[in-house]
Every structure is written in structure tokens, then in C-alpha cells.
């Protein structure tokens, strides 16, 4: 009777030992693998699926090595502006992923909202946070007759082509024409003196000088569509995830860097607005982001929408190299709506850990914050709000913030000369 006794809690040990030993192996064991959706959805947000970017039908120059030289040195160049101290770059820095970190961006004056990162922007239809603008080209020329931005105006720019970037403009464009008669500063922006002088200029007069003004900005344009984002961690784990590499998927990434992942290819809901390699859908969402105290009300694409359709410069315009079977994308947009209300463009997430603060007017300053308004979702402070409370735990959304991280990557020029 004692040996069995014996028998049976020598027995009792081992299973005990086995076990743990297999509740040790289970917490120690991968996570199941992916599933064929869950592989499929992370394919498709992998860079190695973004398609060669398209020629942009409305800019001619678009993809002329010559062109982008010359729209780099202007990218830099502070005399493009009404007190020689603002360039493209001073809100667009390279070394901050071409923004600038700041809850408003700064030209001349303070603008109402905050920049937007360049790299891949190229692959978009609409500009700005609320698509007022439907190409690279006319969105660079933007800022440059605004009065808080650049601040300049058309005739100025003109000139400064003329005194310093004659041979290379020429060389892509053509000749320019006699400017010595024209005013120094005159074109159709706030200044009362410049507007005063562009409105005495002909007709003619007028068109030469925004011919060269909008060849400015598609120069401006086949620089900018050569910035692009690269693989980040994240694209390296997807690739061992489709390449079959357990053991390159277990180093890549930390356990709650894949947790994160997991959220946000599911729970989270964050691919309705951020998803395509790029992480972004290009589109307008109202995700219920609070008014910034102290500015003007802004209605997003309400305005942008309506913006775009009288815009001097769009697809449709006699400035643009396009044809009209080519502006598909302004001619169906819809352009009116309850549903437009502070709607705003949704930016990419790549390379988002390293440029907050957050939303058009750089509301949140930390993606915690960012991920506790989408966890909460709060009530619209106008329009409707898409987003739903996620109801995720603290560790959670850790884990998300985690993953965010993995989408930092390199920006480099493509498709050089």
C-alpha cells in the first residue's frame, strides 16, 4: 500500500512537472501564425506593393530630371518670399520628414494649421488638409501668394526667376519674355499696392506672368514627387511574414509591437481611413477632432471641396497639361453635403512617430492622446463624427503606440537622373 502511495505521487510530480513545463512552452510559443486574410491585409500595406507612381497628366514637366533640379534649388531658396527669410523648406525640413514639427506652421505670419508631410504625396488626388487644391503643382503654389506664408506675389517671382534662374527655366520651359516693364510686386493676393498694380497690368501682360508663375510650381512639383518614404521595420517583418521566416519574424519585431499590429490590422478599426501601402486612403474623414482654441472655425472639406472647383489652377484649368478625360478624379468629386463638415484628409502613417504633434492643427501633441480620442470618441464639434469607442485597455493602447513606431522609416529622392 505505501509503494503505491509512492507510486502515485511520483506520478502526481511528473505530471505536475510536464505541466508547467507545457504551461512554460505555451507562454514561451509564438503566437498562431497568421491567417491568409490577415496575410493578405498586411501585403497590402507592405511598401514593396506600392505601384509605380503614374505621370501626373496635368504637369508635363512632371518627371523632367531637369525640372525637379531646378524646383530643389527654389525648394531651398528664401527670396521666394515678401522678407527673403521663407522658403518652402522653413515648414517643410528633410530632417524632420519635410514638416516641421509645430502645432501651426510659421511663413511670414502664423497659419491656422499645421504642415503636412510631403514624402509620397505625389500618389494623392487632393491637397491640403481639405483637398483645396487636385495636384503637386498648384499645391506649391499656394503658400506663395499666401499672406501668412510666403507672402508674395506673381511678379516678384517672375523677376526672380529672371535674375537668377534664367538659363535653367529656358532650358525647360523656353524663352522668357521682356519682364522690364513690368511692376516689381503686382499680383492677385492681399496686398493692396501689389493687387492695385496687377489689376493695371493687360490682359496679356497678366497671362505671361502666370504662365512662368505656374511653371514655378510644376517645377516645384517634379522635385516634390520625388520624395519618398522607405521600408520601416514593419515592411521588413511583413516581407519574413510572406517569405515564410519564422525566425527572422520572431527578431524584427517585439511581442507587443505584433500585439499592436494585430489592433490595428483589426479591433482598432484603423484601416478604414489608413490603409494601401502608404497608410492612407487619401480621402476626407470627420474622426470627431476637437476645434483648436483661439483660431477662426475651420470647416475642413466643406470649404476645400468648393475651393477646388474654382481653383485658378486645377485639372481642369487652361494652365493645366491635362485633358479633361484626365480630371476623373475633380469631375465626380463630391462637392457638397452634410457629410463634408470638418472633414479633413487623412495624412500617412509612415514615419508618424516622428512628427507630432497631431490632426490640422496639431491638437494632440503625443499619439497617447491620439489614440485616447479615438479610444473615447468624443461628439463631433460639428458634422458627424465616423469613429465609434474602441473600448481598448491602457496595454493596448501601448501596444498600438508600439506598432506606430515600427512605421518609421528612411525618406529618400527616387528615381534619380
Same mark, same amino acid.
Given at each position: 500500500?505505501? &509503494?503505491?502511495?509512492?507510486?502515485?505521487?511520483? !506520478?502526481?510530480?511528473? &505530471?505536475?512537472?510536464?505541466?508547467?513545463?507545457? &504551461?512554460?512552452?505555451?507562454?514561451?510559443?509564438?503566437?498562431?501564425?497568421?491567417?491568409?486574410?490577415? %496575410?493578405?491585409?498586411?501585403?497590402?500595406?507592405?511598401?514593396?506593393?506600392? #505601384?509605380?507612381?503614374?505621370?501626373?497628366?496635368?504637369?508635363?514637366?512632371?518627371?523632367?530630371?531637369?525640372?525637379?533640379?531646378?524646383?530643389?534649388?527654389?525648394?531651398?531658396?528664401?527670396?521666394?518670399?515678401?522678407?527673403?527669410?521663407?522658403?518652402?523648406?522653413?515648414?517643410?525640413?528633410?530632417?524632420?520628414?519635410? $514638416?516641421?514639427?509645430?502645432?501651426?506652421?510659421?511663413?511670414?505670419?502664423?497659419?491656422?494649421?499645421?504642415?503636412?508631410?510631403?514624402?509620397?504625396?505625389?500618389?494623392?488626388?487632393?491637397?491640403?488638409?481639405?483637398?483645396?487644391?487636385?495636384?503637386?503643382?498648384?499645391?506649391?503654389?499656394?503658400?506663395?501668394?499666401?499672406?501668412?506664408?510666403?507672402?508674395?506675389?506673381?511678379?516678384?517671382?517672375?523677376?526672380? %526667376?529672371?535674375?537668377?534662374?534664367?538659363?535653367?527655366?529656358?532650358? %525647360?520651359?523656353?524663352?522668357?519674355?521682356?519682364?522690364?516693364?513690368?511692376?516689381?510686386?503686382?499680383?492677385?493676393?492681399?496686398?493692396?499696392?501689389?493687387?492695385?498694380?496687377?489689376?493695371? !497690368?493687360?490682359? $496679356?501682360?497678366?497671362?505671361?506672368?502666370?504662365?512662368?508663375?505656374?511653371?514655378?510650381?510644376?517645377?516645384?512639383? /517634379?522635385?516634390?514627387?520625388? %520624395?519618398?518614404?522607405?521600408?520601416?521595420?514593419?515592411?521588413?517583418?511583413?516581407?519574413?511574414?510572406?517569405?515564410?521566416?519564422?525566425? /527572422?519574424?520572431?527578431?524584427?519585431?517585439?511581442?507587443?509591437?505584433? &500585439?499592436? !499590429?494585430?489592433?490595428?490590422?483589426?479591433?482598432?478599426?484603423?484601416?478604414?481611413?489608413?490603409?494601401?501601402?502608404?497608410?492612407?486612403?487619401?480621402?476626407?474623414?470627420?474622426?470627431?477632432?476637437?476645434?483648436?482654441?483661439?483660431?477662426?472655425?475651420?470647416?475642413?472639406?466643406?470649404?476645400?471641396?468648393?475651393?477646388?472647383?474654382?481653383?485658378?489652377?486645377?485639372?481642369?484649368? #487652361?494652365?493645366?497639361?491635362?485633358?479633361?478625360?484626365?480630371?476623373?478624379?475633380?469631375?465626380?468629386?463630391?462637392?457638397?453635403?452634410?457629410?463634408?463638415?470638418?472633414?479633413?484628409? /487623412?495624412?500617412?502613417?509612415?514615419?508618424?512617430?516622428?512628427?507630432?504633434?497631431?490632426?490640422?492643427?496639431?491638437?494632440?501633441?503625443?499619439?497617447?492622446?491620439?489614440?485616447?480620442?479615438?479610444?473615447?470618441?468624443?461628439?463631433?464639434? /460639428?458634422?458627424?463624427?465616423?469613429?465609434?469607442?474602441? $473600448?481598448?485597455?491602457?496595454?493596448?493602447?501601448?501596444?498600438?503606440?508600439?506598432?506606430?513606431?515600427?512605421?518609421?522609416?528612411?525618406?529618400? !529622392?527616387?528615381?534619380?537622373?
Amino acid at each position: 500500500m505505501k &509503494a503505491q502511495s509512492s507510486k502515485f505521487i511520483l !506520478m502526481l510530480v511528473i &505530471a505536475v512537472i510536464v505541466l508547467a513545463g507545457g &504551461a512554460s512552452a505555451y507562454l514561451l510559443w509564438p503566437r498562431p501564425a497568421w491567417s491568409e486574410g490577415e %496575410i493578405a491585409t498586411l501585403r497590402s500595406l507592405w511598401i514593396g506593393t506600392l #505601384p509605380p507612381l503614374a505621370p501626373d497628366a496635368s504637369n508635363r514637366y512632371g518627371d523632367d530630371p531637369a525640372a525637379a533640379a531646378l524646383g530643389e534649388r527654389i525648394f531651398f531658396d528664401v527670396r521666394f518670399s515678401s522678407n527673403g527669410e521663407v522658403a518652402c523648406a522653413t515648414c517643410h525640413l528633410p530632417q524632420l520628414g519635410y $514638416q516641421d514639427s509645430k502645432q501651426l506652421s510659421e511663413g511670414v505670419g502664423i497659419s491656422n494649421r499645421r504642415s503636412m508631410p510631403i514624402a509620397g504625396t505625389a500618389y494623392s488626388p487632393w491637397f491640403f488638409w481639405d483637398g483645396r487644391k487636385d495636384s503637386l503643382w498648384a499645391q506649391a503654389l499656394g503658400p506663395l501668394e499666401n499672406p501668412v506664408e510666403h507672402g508674395g506675389d506673381r511678379t516678384q517671382y517672375a523677376h526672380l %526667376i529672371a535674375q537668377h534662374y534664367r538659363e535653367e527655366y529656358e532650358t %525647360i520651359f523656353g524663352p522668357l519674355p521682356d519682364l522690364s516693364d513690368l511692376p516689381a510686386n503686382a499680383g492677385p493676393v492681399a496686398d493692396a499696392e501689389a493687387r492695385a498694380a496687377w489689376d493695371a !497690368m493687360s490682359e $496679356q501682360n497678366r497671362q505671361t506672368v502666370t504662365r512662368i508663375y505656374t511653371n514655378l510650381g510644376k517645377a516645384l512639383a /517634379a522635385y516634390e514627387r520625388r %520624395i519618398m518614404p522607405t521600408a520601416s521595420r514593419f515592411d521588413t517583418y511583413v516581407e519574413a511574414v510572406l517569405n515564410g521566416d519564422t525566425e /527572422a519574424m520572431e527578431t524584427i519585431l517585439t511581442a507587443d509591437e505584433v &500585439a499592436g !499590429m494585430r489592433l490595428f490590422i483589426g479591433r482598432a478599426n484603423c484601416l478604414q481611413c489608413h490603409n494601401g501601402p502608404l497608410l492612407t486612403d487619401n480621402h476626407f474623414h470627420n474622426t470627431g477632432v476637437p476645434a483648436a482654441a483661439g483660431l477662426p472655425e475651420d470647416t475642413g472639406r466643406t470649404l476645400g471641396a468648393q475651393q477646388v472647383l474654382a481653383d485658378e489652377f486645377n485639372c481642369l484649368s #487652361p494652365y493645366s497639361d491635362a485633358m479633361p478625360e484626365d480630371c476623373g478624379e475633380l469631375r465626380f468629386m463630391v462637392a457638397e453635403g452634410h457629410e463634408l463638415e470638418r472633414q479633413f484628409k /487623412a495624412p500617412s502613417l509612415r514615419n508618424v512617430a516622428e512628427r507630432a504633434p497631431y490632426m490640422h492643427a496639431g491638437q494632440f501633441d503625443t499619439l497617447d492622446r491620439v489614440l485616447a480620442h479615438y479610444n473615447a470618441a468624443p461628439t463631433a464639434p /460639428a458634422g458627424h463624427s465616423e469613429v465609434e469607442p474602441l $473600448q481598448l485597455s491602457e496595454t493596448e493602447l501601448d501596444q498600438l503606440v508600439a506598432f506606430l513606431h515600427t512605421l518609421s522609416g528612411p525618406i529618400q !529622392m527616387t528615381y534619380d537622373e
